[in-house]
């Protein structure tokens, strides 16, 4: 099998599994251009940033909800050192159309030089929560 993972279809068929992998994450590329709605992810050094930058976000309707996930141990590479930090994550709804704006407000307010600021889709959702997102969020 020359170490390409290989599946048995139910047709009695093999495919290889890179290419189904391939092909899925061109589904996932192509699908990212119907998003509508995201998650971000934003930590925090402290209680006083996550609030700041939390109801900011909310204040401006850039984002719809922040839930503020305190008690977060962080181990990370900086400045060829390992380090680890006690932070608080942000998980911020939104809409999609919003991140440019909602990234620099995260970066006026965020103390770190290179704040982490990731966001994912939201590719399904209860359909009444994603209304309140577009209610919510300008």
Known sequence: ??????SRLQTGGYYNCA????????????MTDDIKYMVVF??????????AIAYSLVE??????????????????????????????????????QWPLLRQ??????PYQVPEIIALPIAVGEDSYLKWIDDTVD
């Open 1 to 6: 099998m020359s170490g390409l993972r290989q």
């Open 19 to 30: 290419a189904k992998y391939t092909l899925l994450t061109c589904q996932l590329i192509n």
């Open 105 to 110: 407000k995260i970066r006026e307010l965020h």
């Open 60 to 97: 401006h309707r850039l984002a719809a909800c922040v839930n503020i996930i305190p008690n977060l141990i962080s181990v990370y590479s900086w400045q060829g050192k390992i380090c680890q930090d006690a932070e608080l994550l942000l998980i911020i709804k939104t809409k999609q159309e």
């Open 42 to 51: 934003c930590t925090c050094p402290d209680e006083e940033t996550a609030q």
